[in-house]
Protein backbone atom coordinates (compact mmCIF):
# COMPACT_ATOMS: atom_id res chain seq x y z
CA UNK A 1 0.00 0.00 0.00
CA UNK A 2 1.29 3.79 -1.10
CA UNK A 3 1.43 5.61 1.35
CA UNK A 4 2.42 9.55 2.03
CA UNK A 5 3.95 11.03 5.26
CA UNK A 6 3.06 14.89 5.27
CA UNK A 7 4.38 17.05 7.83
CA UNK A 8 4.11 19.46 9.67
CA UNK A 9 0.64 19.04 9.90
CA UNK A 10 -0.02 22.32 11.36
CA UNK A 11 1.74 25.48 11.24
CA UNK A 12 1.37 28.64 12.67
CA UNK A 13 4.10 31.72 11.55
CA UNK A 14 4.20 35.52 11.13
CA UNK A 15 4.02 37.09 7.94
CA UNK A 16 7.64 37.37 6.24
CA UNK A 17 8.41 34.15 7.55
CA UNK A 18 10.03 31.21 5.40
CA UNK A 19 8.72 27.36 5.84
CA UNK A 20 9.29 24.62 3.96
CA UNK A 21 6.57 21.44 4.39
CA UNK A 22 7.52 17.90 3.38
CA UNK A 23 5.88 15.00 1.69
CA UNK A 24 7.51 11.48 2.51
CA UNK A 25 7.04 8.08 1.03
CA UNK A 26 8.71 4.71 1.22
CA UNK A 27 6.85 4.32 -2.20
CA UNK A 28 8.19 5.15 -5.56
CA UNK A 29 5.52 7.96 -7.53
CA UNK A 30 5.38 8.20 -11.27
CA UNK A 31 4.06 12.07 -10.52
CA UNK A 32 3.55 14.22 -7.40
CA UNK A 33 1.41 16.85 -7.22
CA UNK A 34 0.61 20.07 -4.90
CA UNK A 35 -2.72 21.00 -4.02
CA UNK A 36 -4.26 24.52 -1.71
CA UNK A 37 -7.67 23.45 -0.39
CA UNK A 38 -9.75 26.64 0.80
CA UNK A 39 -12.34 25.84 4.00
CA UNK A 40 -15.51 24.45 2.20
CA UNK A 41 -13.79 24.05 -1.74
CA UNK A 42 -12.22 21.86 -3.28
CA UNK A 43 -8.34 21.59 -3.82
CA UNK A 44 -6.87 23.49 -6.51
CA UNK A 45 -3.39 22.01 -8.01
CA UNK A 46 -0.52 23.99 -7.39
CA UNK A 47 1.99 22.23 -9.22
CA UNK A 48 2.96 18.58 -10.78
CA UNK A 49 6.40 17.63 -10.70
CA UNK A 50 7.47 14.48 -12.60
CA UNK A 51 10.73 13.63 -12.99
CA UNK A 52 13.47 13.19 -10.27
CA UNK A 53 15.20 16.08 -9.23
CA UNK A 54 12.62 18.52 -10.64
CA UNK A 55 12.45 22.21 -9.05
CA UNK A 56 9.65 24.25 -10.23
CA UNK A 57 8.91 27.51 -9.20
CA UNK A 58 5.67 29.28 -8.82
CA UNK A 59 6.13 32.76 -7.09
CA UNK A 60 7.26 32.90 -3.51
CA UNK A 61 6.51 29.25 -3.80
CA UNK A 62 9.22 26.16 -4.48
CA UNK A 63 8.38 22.32 -5.35
CA UNK A 64 10.84 19.80 -5.12
CA UNK A 65 10.70 16.07 -6.28
CA UNK A 66 13.18 13.96 -4.53
CA UNK A 67 15.80 12.65 -7.17
CA UNK A 68 13.98 8.96 -6.14
CA UNK A 69 10.58 9.89 -6.49
CA UNK A 70 9.48 8.78 -3.18
CA UNK A 71 9.66 12.53 -1.54
CA UNK A 72 8.82 16.15 -2.17
CA UNK A 73 8.97 19.30 -0.16
CA UNK A 74 7.19 22.42 -0.62
CA UNK A 75 9.29 26.05 0.57
CA UNK A 76 7.44 29.44 1.25
CA UNK A 77 9.35 32.27 0.92
CA UNK A 78 8.29 35.35 2.84
CA UNK A 79 4.92 34.19 3.47
CA UNK A 80 1.82 36.40 3.47
CA UNK A 81 -1.44 36.08 5.48
CA UNK A 82 -2.96 34.91 1.71
CA UNK A 83 -1.28 31.95 1.72
CA UNK A 84 -2.94 30.87 4.99
CA UNK A 85 -4.44 27.50 3.79
CA UNK A 86 -4.82 23.87 3.45
CA UNK A 87 -1.91 22.52 1.36
CA UNK A 88 -2.42 18.93 0.58
CA UNK A 89 0.37 16.46 -1.44
CA UNK A 90 -0.73 13.76 -3.72
CA UNK A 91 1.14 11.11 -5.36
CA UNK A 92 -0.25 9.54 -8.70
CA UNK A 93 -0.52 5.86 -8.95
CA UNK A 94 1.41 4.31 -11.98
CA UNK A 95 -1.53 2.05 -12.73
CA UNK A 96 -4.69 4.00 -13.16
CA UNK A 97 -3.40 7.46 -12.03
CA UNK A 98 -5.31 7.70 -8.58
CA UNK A 99 -4.17 9.97 -6.17
CA UNK A 100 -2.59 8.88 -2.76
CA UNK A 101 -2.71 11.81 -0.60
CA UNK A 102 -1.13 12.81 2.49
CA UNK A 103 -2.77 14.39 5.68
CA UNK A 104 -2.07 17.80 4.73
CA UNK A 105 -0.42 20.88 6.08
CA UNK A 106 -2.71 23.80 7.52
CA UNK A 107 -0.75 26.66 7.49
CA UNK A 108 -1.71 30.14 9.47
CA UNK A 109 0.25 33.46 8.66
CA UNK A 110 -0.46 35.90 10.85
CA UNK A 111 -0.12 39.71 9.94
CA UNK B 1 -15.71 26.97 -19.67
CA UNK B 2 -17.41 25.52 -16.49
CA UNK B 3 -15.54 23.68 -14.19
CA UNK B 4 -16.24 20.28 -12.30
CA UNK B 5 -19.93 20.77 -10.92
CA UNK B 6 -20.99 19.08 -7.57
CA UNK B 7 -25.04 18.97 -6.28
CA UNK B 8 -26.18 19.34 -3.81
CA UNK B 9 -23.17 21.49 -1.85
CA UNK B 10 -24.56 20.43 1.03
CA UNK B 11 -26.34 17.08 2.52
CA UNK B 12 -28.33 16.31 5.67
CA UNK B 13 -29.72 12.73 5.74
CA UNK B 14 -30.95 10.61 9.20
CA UNK B 15 -29.18 7.38 9.79
CA UNK B 16 -30.97 4.67 7.35
CA UNK B 17 -31.63 7.12 4.68
CA UNK B 18 -30.14 7.06 1.26
CA UNK B 19 -27.54 9.83 -0.75
CA UNK B 20 -27.30 10.67 -3.51
CA UNK B 21 -23.75 12.67 -4.87
CA UNK B 22 -23.98 14.11 -8.49
CA UNK B 23 -20.71 14.73 -10.37
CA UNK B 24 -20.99 16.83 -14.23
CA UNK B 25 -16.81 16.94 -14.93
CA UNK B 26 -15.55 19.40 -17.18
CA UNK B 27 -16.58 19.33 -20.52
CA UNK B 28 -14.67 16.85 -22.97
CA UNK B 29 -13.72 15.33 -19.89
CA UNK B 30 -14.83 11.49 -19.67
CA UNK B 31 -12.80 10.17 -16.58
CA UNK B 32 -13.91 10.73 -12.83
CA UNK B 33 -13.01 10.44 -9.56
CA UNK B 34 -14.43 10.28 -6.44
CA UNK B 35 -12.34 11.06 -2.95
CA UNK B 36 -13.58 11.08 -0.11
CA UNK B 37 -12.11 13.77 3.29
CA UNK B 38 -13.02 12.73 6.63
CA UNK B 39 -12.86 15.34 9.38
CA UNK B 40 -9.20 15.99 10.29
CA UNK B 41 -8.07 14.01 7.63
CA UNK B 42 -6.64 14.04 3.78
CA UNK B 43 -8.65 12.30 0.73
CA UNK B 44 -8.97 9.09 0.27
CA UNK B 45 -9.65 7.71 -3.28
CA UNK B 46 -12.83 5.74 -3.78
CA UNK B 47 -13.40 5.05 -6.98
CA UNK B 48 -12.54 5.75 -10.96
CA UNK B 49 -14.85 5.67 -13.31
CA UNK B 50 -15.39 6.22 -17.37
CA UNK B 51 -18.14 6.69 -19.24
CA UNK B 52 -20.44 3.24 -18.91
CA UNK B 53 -17.14 1.66 -16.79
CA UNK B 54 -15.83 1.20 -13.24
CA UNK B 55 -12.43 0.97 -13.67
CA UNK B 56 -10.81 0.69 -10.14
CA UNK B 57 -13.09 0.47 -7.23
CA UNK B 58 -10.50 -0.24 -4.88
CA UNK B 59 -11.39 2.56 -2.14
CA UNK B 60 -14.96 1.54 -2.15
CA UNK B 61 -16.64 0.29 0.92
CA UNK B 62 -18.08 -3.41 0.24
CA UNK B 63 -20.96 -2.04 1.75
CA UNK B 64 -23.69 0.18 0.96
CA UNK B 65 -21.82 2.43 -1.50
CA UNK B 66 -22.02 2.23 -5.61
CA UNK B 67 -20.78 4.59 -7.82
CA UNK B 68 -22.02 4.44 -12.05
CA UNK B 69 -21.25 7.10 -14.67
CA UNK B 70 -23.67 6.77 -17.38
CA UNK B 71 -23.75 7.32 -20.80
CA UNK B 72 -25.49 10.67 -20.49
CA UNK B 73 -25.58 12.12 -17.63
CA UNK B 74 -23.64 12.84 -14.28
CA UNK B 75 -21.74 10.19 -12.19
CA UNK B 76 -23.63 9.28 -9.25
CA UNK B 77 -22.33 8.38 -5.92
CA UNK B 78 -25.04 6.36 -4.04
CA UNK B 79 -24.61 5.74 -0.52
CA UNK B 80 -27.63 3.44 0.72
CA UNK B 81 -28.55 3.15 4.61
CA UNK B 82 -26.33 6.04 5.67
CA UNK B 83 -24.69 6.05 9.01
CA UNK B 84 -23.21 8.81 11.07
CA UNK B 85 -19.61 7.54 10.04
CA UNK B 86 -20.55 8.36 6.15
CA UNK B 87 -20.18 11.97 7.31
CA UNK B 88 -17.71 13.46 5.36
CA UNK B 89 -16.59 15.90 2.38
CA UNK B 90 -16.94 13.96 -1.00
CA UNK B 91 -15.38 15.35 -3.98
CA UNK B 92 -14.83 14.60 -7.49
CA UNK B 93 -12.28 15.05 -10.28
CA UNK B 94 -12.25 14.76 -13.26
CA UNK B 95 -9.57 14.78 -16.55
CA UNK B 96 -9.64 14.51 -19.66
CA UNK B 97 -7.61 10.79 -20.00
CA UNK B 98 -7.19 8.58 -17.17
CA UNK B 99 -4.48 6.45 -16.22
CA UNK B 100 -2.24 8.98 -16.76
CA UNK B 101 0.36 9.67 -13.92
CA UNK B 102 0.98 13.20 -15.29
CA UNK B 103 -2.54 13.65 -16.04
CA UNK B 104 -4.11 16.36 -14.26
CA UNK B 105 -7.00 16.06 -11.89
CA UNK B 106 -9.74 19.30 -11.92
CA UNK B 107 -11.60 18.61 -8.24
CA UNK B 108 -15.25 20.01 -8.17
CA UNK B 109 -16.04 22.16 -4.72
CA UNK B 110 -17.38 18.98 -2.53
CA UNK B 111 -20.53 17.93 -1.45
CA UNK B 112 -20.69 17.57 2.39
CA UNK B 113 -22.61 14.78 3.53
CA UNK B 114 -23.75 15.24 7.32
CA UNK B 115 -25.98 12.11 8.88
CA UNK B 116 -27.95 12.86 11.89
Known amino acids: TQLLEQSPQFLSIQEGENLTVYCNSS?????LQWYRQEPGEGPVLLVT?????EVKKLKRLTFQFGDARKDSSLHITAAQPGDTGLYLC???????????FGQGTTLQVKP | NAGVMQNPRHLVRRRGQEARLRCSPM?????VYWYRQLPEEGLKFMVY????????ESGMPKERFSAEFPKEGPSILRIQQVVRGDSAAYFC??????????????FGPGTRLLVL
Open chain 2, 93 to 106: ASSPRGGFPQETQY
Open chain 1, 49 to 53: VVTGG
Open chain 2, 27 to 31: KGHSH
Open chain 1, 27 to 31: SVFSS
Open chain 2, 49 to 56: LQKENIID
Open chain 1, 90 to 100: AGAASNTGKLI
